[in-house]
């Protein structure tokens, strides 16, 4: 795991590099691992260069899933580790797009989980996991940019399905409410 860096308000994506570590899926890093990093993201370890992101290979990732920008990631797994790897990277426009499509692609195959499926199938339990982890690291991206109420919103709407990741997206809301206060 990535050694973390303390916060530094002074310096605006200096302070990025504080809010994030990216803990891989399914064993996860905890608050309590690291306790002087904030807020947490979450990579899909065993899909798209998730490992290579794991390991703060962040340029290798990006080059490798978007094979040197000849191609447009088409999945999920791709726009979430993209997420993370350009958060960390600090390109934040390219980031922003990354977490925007990885929930525009949850939310298109959300649409069809519902049809037909009773509310506890396991079609619906994995697009409410993968929109908790959408909505999370999109919060973190948004809180380490300096907008803390929509960061705030996406970690609530994350916590509201309930998923394995709640905990972790509960400490992210904690540690931004903490870091606006002080």
């Given amino acids: 795991m990535k050694k973390s860096h303390r916060f530094e308000p002074k310096h605006r994506y200096g302070a990025l590099a504080a809010l994030l570590l990216a803990a891989a899926l399914p064993s996860q890093a905890s608050a309590k691992d690291v306790p002087d990093t904030p807020l ?39 726009q979430t580790n993209l997420c993370v790897a350009y958060t960390k990277t600090y390109e934040i426009e390219k980031a922003r797009i990354a ?22 199938s396991a079609a619906v339990r994995a697009y409410q996991s993968d929109l908790a982890v959408a909505l999370s690291n999109r919060g ?32 992210n809301l904690e540690r931004l409410g903490q870091l606006t206060t002080s």
Wanted: proline share 1%; glycine share 6%; net charge neutral.
């Fill in 140 to 171: 973190v991206l948004l809180a380490a940019t300096g907008d803390a109420v929509l960061a705030e919103r996406d970690f609530a709407a994350a916590i509201k399905l309930e998923t394995a990741l709640t905990s972790t997206i509960e400490n």
């Fill in 40 to 78: 947490t993201m979450t990579v899909i370890s065993d899909n798209a260069f998730g490992r290579t992101v794991t390991e703060g290979k962040y340029e290798q990732a990006i080059d490798r899933i978007t094979r040197n920008g000849r191609r447009i990631p088409k999945r999920f797994a791709d």
């Fill in 99 to 120: 977490c925007d499509a990885a929930i525009s692609f949850v939310e298109q195959r959300g649409s069809r989980a519902w049809r037909g499926t009773w509310y506890e």
